[in-house]
């Protein structure tokens, strides 16, 4: 089973400001990696897959990168409806595997 | 709009079944994938199962292989999970899914969400 981690476990941001996730595979995944955002008492959102891939309706300040073993979700500037838990997927291995999550609240 | 309702959760003694449904609505049920997704109070998320558009195909987490069993209904836009001999980490909010892919190529990643059933085990 491929083990996914995520760092930090928690980020306080500012409104405004840039925050970095980022999402480690414990073997290469290639690009079978999508990401989710997750409000309290909701379902989760999907935001991007195949690592770097806005999914329908995503705003363009949600980007991600990486490949392999080592991804990256990057919010460009948080909004007030930013603040929530992000959690990492991985797809290319049965069985498919979350990351603990992020959680980014407000600073 | 696409709409998934999940139902069947509920408290149940360890050891014990429960069968989770999941209705879906708003598009071609029979040509996607769905998931099964968990998540224990306070924790992260869970993939549980998946089965493909037809029934034919379908994949296990480790942690419920043997206990459960996912399956669907075409004919009336259902998706079931039975689950047997159940633990008390099993506790958890399970979410039905819609795989993104569509027909024979499931993508393995979900696009739609409902908003979830509990289920508690608990004697």
């Known amino acids: 089973e491929i083990v996914m981690t995520q760092s930090p476990a928690s980020l306080s941001v500012s409104p405004g400001e840039r925050a970095t996730l980022s999402c480690r595979a414990s073997?290469?995944?290639?690009?079978?990696l999508a990401w989710y955002q997750q409000k309290p008492g909701q379902a989760p959102r999907l935001l991007i897959y195949?690592?770097?891939t806005r999914a329908t309706g995503i705003p363009a300040r949600f980007s991600g990168s990486g490949s392999g073993t080592e991804f990256t979700l990057t919010i460009s500037s948080l909004q007030s409806e930013d603040f929530a838990v992000y959690s990492c997927?991985?797809?290319?291995?049965?069985?498919?595997?979350f990351g603990p999550g992020t959680k980014v609240d407000i600073k | 709009q696409v709409q998934l309702v999940e139902s069947g959760g509920g408290v149940v003694q360890p050891g014990r079944s429960l069968r989770l449904s999941c209705a879906a609505s708003?598009?071609?049920?029979?040509?996607?994938?769905m998931h099964w997704v968990r998540q224990a109070p306070g924790k992260g998320l869970e993939w549980v199962a998946i089965?493909?558009?037809?029934?034919?195909?379908?994949h296990y987490a480790d942690s419920v292989k043997g206990r459960f069993t996912i399956s669907r209904d075409n004919s009336k836009n259902t998706v079931h999970v039975q689950t047997n001999s159940l633990r008390a980490e099993d506790t958890a909010v399970y979410y039905c899914?819609?795989?993104?892919?569509?027909?024979?190529?499931?993508?393995?990643?979900?696009?739609?969400w409902g908003q979830g059933t509990l289920v508690t085990i608990s004697s």
């Open positions: 708003g598009f071609t049920f029979s040509n996607y994938a």
């Open positions: 073997q290469s995944v290639s690009s079978d």
């Open positions: 899914a819609r795989d993104r892919g569509s027909g024979r190529v499931w993508a393995a990643f979900a696009d739609y």
């Open positions: 089965i493909s558009y037809d029934g034919s195909n379908k």
């Open positions: 195949g690592a770097s």
């Open positions: 997927q991985q797809y290319n291995n049965w069985p498919l595997t």
